[in-house]
């Protein structure tokens, strides 16, 4: 894990963040933390995060807005659940880090791969109704450049070729779902709704 | 009529309390009490904090108000099935379950001596075994022997024929009695938590995850390790051991509250380790030390006398190496702010109180909070005292205890309304 | 009524078998000329027991011996009712199942054990109650905080009268201070009203309860069931007589002048609890600088408390309190901004879900060590070690910082309108062997017309509690109660608790000194000290030693005993070096003719002696315990209980050596700070009496390690072959008293 004394500034605290977060769909649970650390260890990718939620939500506190957003924690996250099961404080952990994946997209913080790969498989589906692997991988290395790709494709050729072999990955891109009109009529209006909800 | 007498649901020390402080002013109390001997969860207590003290000294004292007292009756052996009426005029059924030993006995132990049966110690959590007729402790008040017939084995009546005092009567059966009194105590006190639903401590699945009150058990001189405190998978001495706070309290998942004596709790029983393992690693994995008031003064002491380490991180998740039945204690040690996996030879499960009313309801109109202590009675002259109420040690339970028998004095009296 | 004494011996359980009981019956007949002696191999038994009532009945016998088991055991099948004198002699536990069978020196014990009794019976009467004049039961609350007021209510609702003195112009303590309360009852998640004139007015409505306000106590005379007690009133002064006392004084915020290090005096919005209450009892949190309210408000906990240098104890009360208090900010602007920095957040119970509540509003609690608090023109800065930041950290443009300020009981503070004569007095009238006397700190609260001081002992800190785990209302001063804050650090839950908790006991003690009985840890006892005042010498001894402060002097130094103060331990018997103070079932000639009793064998037979003086609150069950465990310990020992280690008078020691006994071990309670003796210091002032023994074994030419003081705990049954076993081995090196056979 990363230490926390990751900028020389002095800390201060300032509530205005902490209200920002709160402000999510799940973000009033946040309040609750009582910083007993047992997300920490519930997490499936514990080694692998920057900060446990726990301390995310201590750097929320503190008001360390670019911290927060540029730790991989929320991005680390595999929604196994575990944290959520076992909070004490019943704190719903994996709807939060979405919440919060959610949150940092539409504020721009997409640097990391995985911000990339959540807009990439969105787009794809928006565009099809379901998702094309080629479809997304195509949108995902056009976002992240062509050194990546190359360094991409040649780490996962084994992945690809297994799932050629079992049909798991069509070559060509398959057609559109029947009804993506429909579909994306209902993900227009929800989306219309969730703006309303969000601005009352 | 107005009936004077008081019910005494519940022989612990709560209840023992309010019967004992209710009949020193002059009123007839009953105790019904499901064990066959009064005392309650304080006779399984090796010490009490801060004073590091031994229980039976107290309870000396109130078995011997109670026999210098003739306003108290008991029965042991007992539930409370049904309560009618109102107060002032309570009619209580109350079952007297068969202890199959009657007042003859005179504790001489001819009986354990040929019985061939044995059966797993509840007393000390099962980690030894008794007879099938025994005593349930060395300090059980009454002195009497008590069968355990589901351990018997059949058609043997060894005990019976060897008593020379007639006390065996392995034929007994159940009986109900019925019980007109002016007011109830409901004194059932509290259970610990199921350390089993913790399933990510492998309480129940690695025999070295102990609770505090098994920990109690080990500790005590009179308990199945003669006080010596080793690991129940191999019997060995301890050179690391850890003790995990909130065990199942304050947790939306278990128990929603604080237990209130846990903390306290653990830092006596590092005192009880320190002073068998000089040299022994102890570890404390904590949210929040809560020993209130002068019980600071305790806390003080441990960290100067007693050489803890206080882990300021919910224990997450203990791992057992199967080989030598040590176990990891993974956790977030937020002041070092690092991820711990340390290894120890035994760990404590600090597990908080779970009301007895959360599995059995006082047979009244009663409302409970949400982790089944009682809230508030709305039965007239039914009081509730003690951890059925709230999580509390022995000296605010005793106060609140007290507390009850003038409640319930003041429905005997019917002037509650003045 | 003359004595008419039955003895009944059992020979079940073994005793038959191991001792000769035949024998044993000739002690009792022979010996001791008992008119009726009886043996029954049942007697517990129906039929066993029928034998003895129906000596009871039609031979008139009255003083009953029952040699057989412990007396801890079928105490309630062993019951002749009250005009029946009982003694039991522990054959089985103290005898056959410690001991080999069939043997001589097994036999010899026994013997002795019932010789100890027989000889008992000759110094034994049965008490006669003190019944005090003019009793009263009217119950005495001093202090109309919530305690008190709680005290009084629950007091008068059980038909009680009672005295409710207030040094205020009105009741109601820090209730009428605060805006609301922490909540009392399920689902803990909201403050509550303080319901104060609710509260007032059931006082007010109540004809059994008579109100003082704006008074104070001049003096507290007497004793339990007869406290005369001098109100004043301004300059009126009036006298209740009482039964018992509740003291309910609370206690004060910590002095916040002496946290200057957290901003107090430094800046007009660093303000304590107590200034928030008032606050909010205004209607608007405001900053007192400017007026301003309030957008961003700091609660700093453990102001003072869990300092070592302030108040070394938590204040209990101060986490729940702040939880509070951030909700009346969250109320009057849910937008504002709340910091608690603390240690530990110490809501226990059920108080969790008011953390959470207080959470769940968006108040942030910080687990930190504030190490700056600074005012520029009113914005105040905290900095602070954030100890799960692991870095200092700061919080500015802070509107109003609140300092956690903790409590000190009222009893903690001198007043200085009262010197410090009497306290010098005690010091200096105190022989310097004695025990210090616990710190009695001159309040100016219930001015008690004691000798040894006019306020409740301090514990520790000033509260006036009760050292005990399991009597948690046991006192230093029989009949008067402390509750609530007065006595430890409590939230206000927990001082309703105690404060009908302390009412009950003030009207247990008023029933129970009425009927001429002792409360705990004697309770129903009805034996009292009587003093033989044409042999006193005045020296003091009785009136400082009584650990409960029972016995009075005039002023020429004469003892005046007050029974119903009195706990029946007898530590002023054993000090009484002209033995004037007797009970009448407990006395100085009588455990020394018990001594006696005990047949001591020729030099030349090499059968030591050793007596054991018990405890028998404690060593006593040990010793019984030992038995059950049938653990074998020496054959040579004697045991005598005794109430309590302090009734040792040590003219039994002389008694027992020129006897020909050859050690005597005395077995008490733990002294010390973690004391364990259930009249406090009679364990301790034992072992400050025995220190004087060596002079007078010296004398007799005798080693003073014959004469040995140890601690036994009840659970310490498993030791007792070892403790007995190396001290008669001492002995036995130390070889035969020379004065056997003088």
Not at chain 3, 706 to 733: A, N
Request: proline share 5%; net charge negative; hydrophobic share 40%.
């Amino acid at each position: 894990m990363t230490d926390l004394n990751v900028s020389s500034e002095p800390v201060k605290y300032n509530p205005d963040f902490a209200k920002e977060i709160y402000a999510l769909e799940s973000g009033e649970h946040v309040k609750l933390c009582m910083q007993c650390g047992m997300c920490a260890l519930s997490c499936a990718t514990r080694e692998e995060m920057d900060y446990s939620p726990r301390k995310l939500f201590l750097l929320m506190r503190v008001g360390k807005r670019e911290e927060f957003f540029k730790a991989n924690t929320m991005w680390m996250c595999s929604t196994c659940l575990m944290c959520k099961v076992r909070c004490p404080r019943g704190i719903p952990l994996a709807d939060v880090m979405h919440d919060l994946k959610s949150h940092a997209i539409k504020l721009g913080y997409t640097e990391r791969p995985q911000a990339t790969f959540y807009q990439s498989f969105w787009q794809e589906i928006l565009n099809k109704g379901r998702v094309f692997e080629g479809g997304l991988m195509a949108r995902y290395y056009l976002k992240r450049g062509w050194s990546e790709m190359t360094k991409g494709l040649f780490e996962m050729r084994d992945l690809g070729m297994t799932m050629l072999k079992h049909n798991r990955m069509p070559l060509k891109s398959p057609k559109s779902i029947k009804g993506l009109k429909s579909m994306k009529q209902i993900i227009e209006r929800a989306q219309a709704q969730m703006h309303r909800e969000e601005g009352r | 009529m107005v009936n004077k007498s008081i019910l005494v649901v519940g022989g612990g020390i709560s209840g023992l309390t309010a019967a004992i402080e209710a009949a020193e002013v002059g009123f007839e109390v009953y105790i019904v009490e499901k064990n066959s001997y009064l005392g309650g969860k304080v006779t399984q207590i090796n010490q009490y904090f801060p004073k590091l003290c031994p229980p039976n000294c107290g309870l000396e004292i109130n078995f011997r108000r109670i026999r210098s007292n003739p306003n108290i009756r008991f029965f042991t052996m007992a539930e409370v099935e049904e309560i009618t009426g109102q107060e002032g005029n309570f009619d209580v059924t109350v079952k007297l379950n068969p202890q199959y030993v009657n007042e003859n006995c005179t504790a001489c132990g001819k009986c354990a001596e040929v019985c061939p049966a044995e059966r797993a110690n509840d007393f000390n959590y099962g980690l030894d075994k008794t007879k099938a007729v025994h005593m349930a402790h060395q300090f059980a008040f009454p002195v009497k022997y008590v069968i355990d017939a589901k351990a018997c084995e059949a058609g043997c009546s060894k005990c019976a024929e060897v008593c020379q005092y007639k006390a065996v009567e392995l034929d007994m059966q159940p009986k109900t009695m019925k019980l007109n009194v002016g007011s109830v105590v409901w004194a059932t006190g509290w259970k610990p938590y199921d350390a089993q639903k913790l399933s990510y401590y492998g309480f129940g699945r690695y025999p070295n995850v102990i609770t505090n009150v098994i920990m109690e058990r080990l500790a005590a001189a009179n308990g199945p390790t003669g006080g010596k405190i080793v690991r129940p998978s191999d019997g060995k001495e301890i050179k690391s051991i850890a003790f995990i706070q909130c065990a199942g309290s304050r947790d939306e998942n278990h128990l929603h509250c604080c237990s209130t004596v846990c903390c306290m709790a653990t830092l006596k029983q590092t005192t009880y380790v320190r002073e068998q393992y000089p040299d022994a690693r102890i570890c404390v994995y904590y949210i929040d030390i809560r020993s209130r008031g002068k019980h600071e003064d305790f806390f003080v002491k441990v960290q100067n006398e007693t050489n803890i380490t206080l882990i300021k991180g919910k224990a997450g998740e203990i791992m057992e190496d199967p080989a030598t039945g040590n176990l990891t204690v993974m956790a977030e040690d937020q002041i070092a702010q690092q991820l711990t996996g340390e290894m120890f030879d035994m760990v404590v499960l600090a597990t908080g109180m779970a009301p007895a009313t959360a599995e059995q309801k006082i047979p009244a109109e009663i409302s409970y909070d949400e982790d089944g202590f009682v809230a508030s009675p709305q039965t007239a002259g039914v009081h509730a005292a003690g951890c059925v109420k709230k999580p509390l040690d022995v000296a605010a339970s005793v106060q609140d205890a007290t507390a009850a028998a003038l409640k319930a004095i003041q429905s005997v009296r019917g002037q509650n309304n003045v | 009524m003359s004595k008419k004494i039955g003895v009944y011996i059992c020979s079940g359980c073994g005793i038959g078998d191991a001792l000769d009981v035949s024998a044993l019956s000739k002690v009792a007949t022979k010996e001791y000329k008992a008119p009726v002696c009886k043996t029954d191999a049942f007697l517990c038994g129906k039929d066993g027991v029928d034998i003895i009532k129906k000596d009871v009945a039609e031979e008139g016998v009255n003083y009953v011996v029952i040699a057989g088991c412990s007396g801890r055991v079928n105490y309630d099948v062993f019951d002749f009712g009250p005009s029946v004198v009982l003694e039991r002699v522990n054959l089985r536990e103290r005898v056959v199942w410690t001991q080999e069978p069939d043997d001589e020196d097994t036999q010899a014990m026994a013997e002795d054990y019932m010789r100890i009794t027989l000889a008992k019976l000759k110094n034994l009467e049965a008490p006669v109650p003190f019944i005090g004049e003019e009793v009263s039961k009217r119950i005495m609350v001093v202090g109309g905080g919530l305690a008190g007021m709680t005290s009084a209510t629950e007091a008068a609702a059980a038909g009680y009268e009672v005295v409710l003195v207030e040094k205020e112009e009105s009741l109601g303590g820090w209730l009428k201070k605060s805006y609301k309360i922490a909540p009392l009852s399920p689902p803990y998640t909201n403050p509550e009203e303080t319901d104060l004139a609710g509260r007032i007015k059931k006082i007010e409505d109540n004809p059994n309860i008579k109100v003082y306000t704006l008074a104070s106590i001049e003096q507290t005379a007497g004793s339990p069931g007869m406290f005369d007690v001098t109100i004043k009133q301004g300059d009126a002064a009036a006298t209740e007589r009482v039964g018992a006392i509740v003291l309910a004084a609370g206690a004060v915020p910590y002095d916040p002048g002496k946290l200057e290090h957290l901003g107090f005096g430094a800046s007009p919005n660093v303000i304590t609890q107590a200034q928030l209450e008032e606050l909010a009892q205004k209607g608007c949190i405001a900053r007192p600088s400017d007026g301003k309210a309030v957008q961003k408000v700091a609660f700093i906990q453990c102001a003072g408390s869990r300092d070592q240098e302030h108040l070394s104890y938590c204040s209990a009360a101060c986490c729940v309190e702040s939880i509070k208090q951030s909700l009346y900010v969250k109320e009057q602007n849910p937008e504002a901004a709340v910091y608690v920095f603390y240690k530990d957040i110490r809501s226990s119970g059920q108080y969790e879900h008011f953390y959470k509540k207080a959470q769940s509003e968006g108040v942030i609690f910080i687990k930190a060590d504030v190490t700056g608090v600074s005012d520029d023109g009113g914005n105040i800065t905290i900095e602070a070690d954030d100890l799960l930041m692991g870095s200092p950290t700061m919080a500015d443009e802070i509107d109003l910082v609140v300092l956690a300020n903790g409590m000190v009981p009222a009893t903690a503070f001198e007043d200085p309108a009262l010197g410090g004569e009497a306290q010098a007095e005690v010091a200096a009238g105190s022989d310097q062997a004695a025990p210090a006397p616990a710190p009695i700190i001159k309040s100016n609260i219930l001015n008690l017309q004691y000798r040894q001081g006019p306020e409740l002992p301090s514990l520790k800190y000033g509260f006036p509690d009760s050292h005990f785990i399991c009597f948690p209302y046991e006192t230093r001063r029989t009949g008067i109660y402390a509750a609530g804050s007065v006595r430890r650090p409590m939230d206000m839950a927990q001082a309703v608790e105690d404060a009908t908790g302390a009412a009950l006991k003030a009207i247990q003690c008023v029933e129970m000194s009425a009927r001429g009985m002792a409360v705990h840890p004697r309770s129903g006892d009805l034996s009292y000290p009587e003093f033989q005042m044409n042999r006193c010498t005045q020296c003091k001894r009785c009136t400082e030693e009584c650990p409960f402060g029972a016995i009075n002097e005039d002023e020429k130094s004469n003892p005046l005993p007050n029974p119903t103060r009195c706990r029946r331990c007898g530590t002023c018997m054993g000090a009484c070096p002209e033995r004037i103070i007797s009970f009448k079932n407990y006395s100085v000639p009588m455990v020394g003719n018990m001594l006696k009793a005990i047949e001591v064998p020729e030099e030349d037979e090499e059968k030591p002696r050793v007596l054991i003086f018990a405890c028998e609150n404690d060593a006593i069950p040990a010793l019984d315990m030992a038995g059950i465990n049938r653990l074998a310990y020496s054959k040579w020992i004697r045991i005598i209980p005794v109430r309590c280690l302090g009734s040792l008078n040590l003219i039994w020691v002389n008694d027992a050596m020129s006897k020909g006994i050859d050690g005597v071990l005395l077995m008490g309670c733990k002294h010390g700070d973690d004391y364990q003796c259930h009249f406090m210091k009679g364990s301790e002032l034992a072992g400050i009496r025995l220190s004087k023994v060596s002079e007078t074994l010296d004398r007799m030419g005798l080693e003073s390690d014959r004469v040995y003081m140890t601690e036994v705990s009840i659970m310490d049954y498993d030791k007792i072959p070892k403790i007995v076993g190396d001290f008669v081995d001492k002995i036995e090196k130390f070889g035969p008293n020379p004065m056997k056979g003088f």
